[in-house]
């Protein structure tokens, strides 16, 4: 039975921060982990590029961040500053992210979106200028100004818009990692004999609400908001849900991007755990069939495309798949008839762990709650076990506290009523960065509302049921529909528009919308109307659901859309459009 008391949800197993966490700062614990581990096990490979093979050992992670660390401090770095990071996949990335906090800077993670379209930002606001929250270049360029960041880290693969960034900067530098014209290389940052550890060490006193990094969402409403998260945030990402068979020597396959938060807390958990951890700087559906083969890894993290991609892509009839005993997921809910196909795919998987939580609250839940132990690997026993409860998003992982409010009063609801879903403990952000407003209307009296409407039972399982905000997520893209409004609004022919999503098993959801002509356009025709859009956007934001016209779209006395109607509706009609460009 669940712990309950005053309608608030306790984790089964609690855990007290002043047991858990270590009474100094993040940098200085993982430095001295790292060295107990390599002193134990030699000095092994931590981080490894399976595309190019390059590769850093625990004495190379150490080296290069006191190195990296002594260049921030001659180019006169503060504790406080922020410091830029806009990097798909690579292995210096973990040398970099920890000489920032033995600096006491902040590092930002941005976005690879952030920096795509045109070269440079006076062209890409002549082509954008009616759409401005298109203009990733130019929000790119906001970001590193309104954060004041000197100094800024990317990747061959953003380095000319970074560059481009750079000409209204006037004081920022552009570190790349390998070599562009125009930017400096990375190996500069650990060219030079390292300061020692004394003169690096921090005089002032360890704070574990200091902000360590700022990771930018996605944004619902409009431009990304910078999460800032402290020492306490990413202990609680680190250490509050270990699995038991943990062990050194294990090789994990880490296919997503690593410059977000899941990147930072599994390459570092794996540094933790003395783990081999294989990185994809680039990837392509059948190089994950090659690389599996190659790494024979236990472990993988995994987002959606790729499950889909082993449960139906051709290789995955011949490859070898064996050596995977537990793979990850996040971002998403991954539906029970997926997860079934999924383990069919993988004879050796044992445990399915699907995280729930969002930048914001860091892990939230995890499912399943046992462990490795519990071998659900037959489709047959996630069928009938019914502790698995594969449908549901986990339980509370330690520390944490959950609470269900109803989501117009805000009234506390019981076991097995849906409202929005509340949590409280110490991997609650900080705060947005500038924006206190924002930061108000998602943590109240302490608690974060995630916007995500869900459920608890008797057994303390916690289950999803919808967005109560606008935000759509299409393979684990977040497209917001309030953007793509404005767009189908700018026809001519178009008075109103309304954007839903529409639930698809295996892609979470279609975006889908309602159009509502104005007089003369009685002609305009539906597949016009998605082509004008589809020039407009990314791909994640393609209508795949489909557009109807409408006679009126529904709103509410405040002037809303009224976007629960229409979801119905959509549902009803059941359009499953994919266009062709």
């Not at 698995?388 to 009234?411: A, F, H, W, Y």
């Not at 279609?510 to 998605?530: F, Q, T």
Request: charged share 25%; proline share 4%; net charge negative.
């Amino acid at each position: 039975m669940a712990q309950v008391e005053n309608k608030v949800l306790l984790p089964n197993i609690q855990r007290n921060v002043e047991d858990e966490f270590p009474n100094q700062r993040i940098s200085d614990f993982l430095v001295a982990e790292v060295e107990k581990l390599k002193e134990r096990y030699g000095d092994e490979q931590l981080f490894t590029d399976w595309n190019t093979g390059s590769c850093v050992t625990s004495s190379q992670l150490i080296e290069d961040a006191y190195k990296i660390a002594s260049e921030f401090k001659r180019r006169g770095f503060q504790p406080g500053e922020v410091i830029s990071c806009l990097v798909h996949s690579d292995v210096n990335y973990y040398s970099f992210l920890l000489a920032t906090w033995m600096s006491g800077c902040i590092l930002s993670s941005l976005q690879h979106s952030f920096s795509q379209g045109s070269l440079t930002v006076t062209s890409l606001r002549k082509v954008c200028q009616p759409f401005c929250f298109l203009c990733t270049l130019d929000l790119l360029l906001k970001l590193l100004q309104t954060s004041r960041t000197r100094l800024l880290l990317c990747d061959q693969e953003g380095a000319e818009r970074c560059l481009a960034a750079k000409a209204e900067c006037d004081e920022l530098e552009v570190f790349v990692l390998g070599e562009f014209k125009g930017c400096v290389s990375f190996n500069r940052l650990i060219e030079r004999k390292a300061f020692t550890i004394d003169e690096l060490k921090r005089s002032d006193p360890y704070d574990p609400n200091e902000t360590v990094s700022m990771v930018f969402s996605s944004g619902t409403t409009g431009e990304p908001k910078g999460i800032l998260l402290t020492h306490l945030n990413i202990y609680s990402y680190l250490l509050t849900a270990r699995p038991n068979a943990n062990r050194p020597g294990m090789k994990t396959l880490f296919v997503p991007r690593i410059g977000n938060v899941m990147g930072l807390v599994f390459g570092l958990r794996g540094a933790l755990i003395y783990t081999k951890t294989y990185l994809m700087s680039s990837y392509k559906d059948e190089w994950l069939f090659q690389a599996i083969e190659e790494i024979k890894p236990e472990r993988a993290m995994l987002y959606l495309p790729h499950i889909l991609a082993i449960t139906k892509h051709p290789k995955s009839e011949t490859s070898d798949l064996s050596s995977i005993e537990a793979v990850f997921t996040a971002g998403m809910s991954v539906s029970k008839n997926l997860q079934q196909k999924f383990f069919l795919k993988l004879p050796s998987l044992k445990t399915f762990f699907m995280f729930y939580g969002m930048t914001e609250l860091a892990i939230a839940t995890m499912r399943p709650f046992s462990d490795y132990e519990q071998n659900i690997h037959r489709v047959e026993v996630l069928k009938e076990n019914h502790r698995s409860k594969p449908e549901s998003i986990g339980q509370l992982c330690p520390m944490n506290q959950m609470k269900v409010v109803d989501e117009c009063t805000r009234e506390m609801l019981g076991p097995n009523q849906a409202g929005e879903l509340c949590f409280k403990g110490p991997s609650v952000f900080k705060e947005y960065w500038n924006n206190p407003e924002a930061t108000a209307d998602i943590i109240i009296d302490g608690w974060l509302h995630t916007g995500d409407i869900g459920y608890y039972d008797s057994d303390g399982d916690i289950f999803y049921v919808r967005r109560s905000k606008e935000l759509i997520k299409y393979l684990g893209h977040h497209v917001i529909p309030s953007q793509l409004e404005t767009i189908l609004k700018s026809h001519p022919g178009v008075e109103d528009a309304a954007v839903v999503g529409i639930k698809c098993e295996d892609c979470g959801e279609l975006p889908m919308a309602y159009a509502m002509k104005k007089p003369g356009y009685d002609k305009l025709e539906a597949i016009k109307l998605i082509n004008f859009l589809h020039d407009r956007v990314h791909d994640e934001a393609m209508l795949r659901g489909g557009l109807v016209f409408i006679d009126e779209i529904p709103r509410n006395v405040m002037g809303k859309i009224s976007r629960n109607q229409l979801r119905e509706r959509a549902e009803l009609e059941a359009l499953h459009f994919t266009s062709s460009r």
